[in-house]
């Protein structure tokens, strides 16, 4: 019994890999590069998993088709759905290619393949308020405006919500076994602190670092909510075999403190002082369009969007996850061993 992913060689891919792996479930990496493989297989088993467990088939989420080549095994029990375009400013059309059609594409081979789809969404995807506010008409789809939800929301986010929103009404159309992690921010691992140098916690951090965060953007409300990346993939693996899992798992911890808070635990293992007064979202992202000062601040104004002061019901995600028998490590000490690990590993 295979499981296939896509996205494997990111960053929660890789967890994931070392922790389905470690409990001997064989994987099958679909990779734009499957040279790669054996890069792969060492990281996995750095992280602890067995990397000869891990196996690829060459596939891209651009291409038609998934850009499948070679036949499939026949004991694929589950896809998991990670691969996705993540940058700031991206072009909407190269956006949209990867993580709209590409995510469609890869509903429709699980589909096919009449296995369980593992689509992996975001947290934003819960905030009823804020997808209101950019006019998508959840109630019917193929009435929302998509071109002002990119111009609002930027590339990134908005071809993230396109994607798992059309994917989910293509699975709920042809009833599908269907589940959706929404993961909130990552933030590195529970037991070394480490953190990929692409993730928005390690920009984060280094801005802080770096005293580029000279204010709080948003008010005492606003948070940006986190997950332990070992948290994330105890979910998705609980995802994969549970018989019955809900429909929707908000990957998020409720205890991640407000986002001063975050910053005041981060700067301590960095030995910087923390921002002590606020700044409006709004006017800080009217601020970052001033030419140069989103790349001196090394901030892009779409990212903003993830602060936020929306509180999130995590009822029966966390009931569920009871059931799995995870828990939440303590999210303090996750984001101080991050904090500490960049100050060991980065900044020597
Ligand atoms: N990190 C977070 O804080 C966070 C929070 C919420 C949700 N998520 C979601 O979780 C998922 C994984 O995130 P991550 O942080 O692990 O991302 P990541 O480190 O950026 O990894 C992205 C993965 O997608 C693959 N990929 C990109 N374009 C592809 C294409 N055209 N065809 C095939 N594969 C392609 C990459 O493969 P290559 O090696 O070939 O580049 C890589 O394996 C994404 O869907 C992301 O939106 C992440």
Not at 298 to 327: K, V, W, Y
Request: proline share 7%.
């Amino acid at each position: 019994m295979t499981v296939l992913i896509t996205g494997a060689t990111g960053f929660i891919g890789r967890h994931l890999c070392a922790h389905l792996t470690r409990h001997h479930q064989p994987v099958l990496a679909l990779m734009r590069q499957p040279a790669k493989l054996s890069e792969l297989r060492q990281q996995v088993s750095t992280l602890g998993g067995q990397g000869e467990l891990v196996d690829a088939i060459a596939g891209d989420l651009d291409a038609p088709g998934l850009g499948l080549t070679s036949a499939l095994p026949n004991d694929i029990t589950a896809v998991v759905h990670l691969g996705a375009r993540f940058a700031w400013a991206m072009d909407p059309a190269v956006a949209r290619k990867t993580n709209v059609e590409g995510s469609l594409a890869a509903t429709e081979l699980a589909h096919k393949l009449g296995v369980r789809m593992v689509f992996i969404s975001g947290f934003m995807l819960e905030n009823r308020v804020h997808l209101e506010r950019l006019g998508i008409k959840l109630a019917n789809l193929s009435d929302t405006d998509w071109e002002q939800v990119y111009q609002q929301a930027g590339s990134y986010e908005a071809s993230k919500l396109e994607g798992a929103l059309k994917s989910r009404e293509y699975a709920v159309a042809r009833d599908m076994d269907w589940v959706e992690v929404q993961p909130a921010t990552l933030t590195g691992s529970t037991a070394t602190g480490e953190l990929d140098t692409a993730q928005p916690l390690f920009q984060m951090i280094d801005n802080l670092n770096h005293g580029r965060m000279a204010l709080i953007p948003g008010s005492p409300e606003h948070w940006l909510p986190l997950v332990s990346v070992d948290t994330l993939v105890s979910i998705i693996a609980a995802a994969i075999s549970a018989p019955t899992p809900p429909e929707r798992i908000l990957a998020l911890d409720p205890a991640t403190p407000n986002l001063k808070g975050l910053l005041a635990l981060m700067a301590a293992p960095l030995g910087v002082k923390p921002p002590a007064y606020h700044i409006p979202s709004k006017l800080l992202a009217w601020l970052l369009k001033i030419p140069g000062l989103a790349t001196k601040l090394n901030t892009a104004p779409e990212s903003l969007h993830f602060i936020q002061p929306t509180r999130f019901d995590t009822t029966s995600s966390c009931a569920f996850m009871e059931g799995q028998g995870i828990t939440l490590p303590p999210i303090h000490q996750v984001v101080q061993s991050n904090a500490r690990w960049y100050r060991e590993k980065v900044l020597t």
